[in-house]
């Protein structure tokens, strides 16, 4: 997943993208490490937290499965 490009691209650090988006620090790290998957209301707050459309991480996997 490209959370961590799309995060940095922002210029957010993992601290404010998980206050952005109400999730845990720990929890975002293990996402972006590939270490769990999350559920479709946590892509939703990762997108909030974003500012970008939830079908932006949607196709980013869809990419990367191709």
Known sequence: MQIRRLREE????L????????????GLIYIEHGQRNPSVLTLLDIARGLGVQPGVLVNEISQEQS
């Open 10 to 13: 922002r210029g957010h650090s």
């Open 15 to 26: 601290e404010e993208l998980a206050e952005r988006s109400g999730l845990s620090f720990r």
